[in-house]
């Protein structure tokens, strides 16, 4: 691992440990949380090819393989010495990949390893009707786009004014030339199908706001503002996003649902609310069914979905989704959920 972050203001408020004491090896989950997270990129094959850019990058960069997306790798600068006050040598390692000029060009973005398999997962094909619900930064958005080679339309959406500046630099530099960005709550996206009730989008992936539990080792304030009446909350507002996009999905179609988060209730607890909605009795469930398909990722290391927490038992099909911890990959969490619409 990379390091530990040193600082005396970090602490797991006690209901925090608690809770996730019973959800994972907290002990573990803890050592992971607070170590840095490695820098890893993710090429542009729009602009590059993946030889090109490890020929350029590799002659002051280490580049180690992402096992899981053959367009991603862990980076780490070879170091460069330099003489100190005193006269000694030491070997300086750069960290701001984001200064090079390769990175300037769109020929890479950097981004987190776990975050790329959310795209992975919905495999977008050239010519397809794509929807990224809440697309900003870009990340994501950049990566389905690449995957749909710039033919077909995909639709990145996001609800703040400031989010979608972001959104649209990264667009931009990355060269992608079929997207279309709106600026919307996800909900009121369901004004697409006012006049089309067969659905919309061949793909849809709800990369859901979330409590981000799982990206504590980059963002520390998450520790600080975590609130268990906040995770409540924000899966409200998760249902009715995923609800969304499953009513603007095409029969046939894939929707990839998505978080950074490790909370039950925003997870698993959100499928099994959509299965339990499409997949039995319902009145909804007579016109269209929700089915939750396996992922089969090379390389990733997965644990076991939370099938029963704090006395709730989740629908019996939320098996077939991934969750991933810090300490599985050495990664940010995530968890990531594959359903297609019957």
């Not at 170091?79 to 030491?90: L, Q």
Request: proline share 4%; hydrophobic share 35%; aromatic share 8%.
């Amino acid at each position: 691992m990379s390091g530990k972050i040193t600082s005396e203001k970090i602490e797991f408020k006690e209901k925090f440990i608690e809770r996730y004491s019973k959800l994972t090896d907290f002990e573990k989950f803890k050592e992971y949380s607070l170590e840095f997270l490695r820098r890893s990129i993710r090429v542009n094959t729009l602009k590059t090819s993946v030889a090109e850019l490890k020929k350029s990058l590799e002659k002051n960069w280490l580049l180690e393989p992402i096992p899981w997306c053959k367009d991603g790798f862990w980076i780490e600068h070879k170091g460069e010495e330099k003489e100190d006050e005193n006269g000694n040598i030491e070997l300086v390692k750069r960290r701001d990949v984001g200064n090079i000029p390769e990175h300037q060009l769109g020929y890479f973005y950097i981004q987190e390893a776990a975050s790329m398999i959310p795209p992975l997962v919905l495999q977008p094909k050239p010519g397809d009707m794509v929807l990224d619900m809440c697309a900003s930064p870009g990340s994501k958005t950049t990566q389905i786009g690449m995957y749909m080679d710039n033919e077909g339309i995909l639709v990145a959406n996001d609800y703040k004014y400031d989010r979608i500046k972001s959104l649209g630099l990264n667009v931009q530099r990355c060269g992608l030339s079929n997207c279309v960005i709106t600026l919307m709550m996800g909900h009121l996206l369901s004004k697409l199908q006012e006049n089309n009730k067969e659905g919309v989008f061949d793909k849809i992936l709800v990369d859901a706001p979330c409590s981000g539990t799982g990206t504590i080792r980059k963002s520390l304030k998450t520790l600080r503002i975590w609130n268990p009446n906040v995770v409540r909350r924000i899966a409200g507002q998760q249902k009715q996003l995923i609800d969304t996009g499953f009513k603007l999905l095409k029969k046939g179609g894939t929707l990839v649902y998505s978080t950074c988060t490790l909370e039950p209730e925003e997870d698993e607890g959100i499928i099994s609310w959509l299965l339990d909605k499409y997949d039995g009795e319902s009145e909804e469930s007579k016109c269209m069914k929700a089915k939750v398909e396996k992922i089969e990722l090379k390389g990733l290391v997965r644990s076991k979905p939370i099938m029963e927490f704090e006395g709730t038992k989740y629908n019996s099909k939320v098996k077939d989704c991934l969750r991933i911890w810090p300490q599985d990959n050495n990664t940010e969490g995530f968890f990531v959920c594959k359903i297609q619409k019957i």
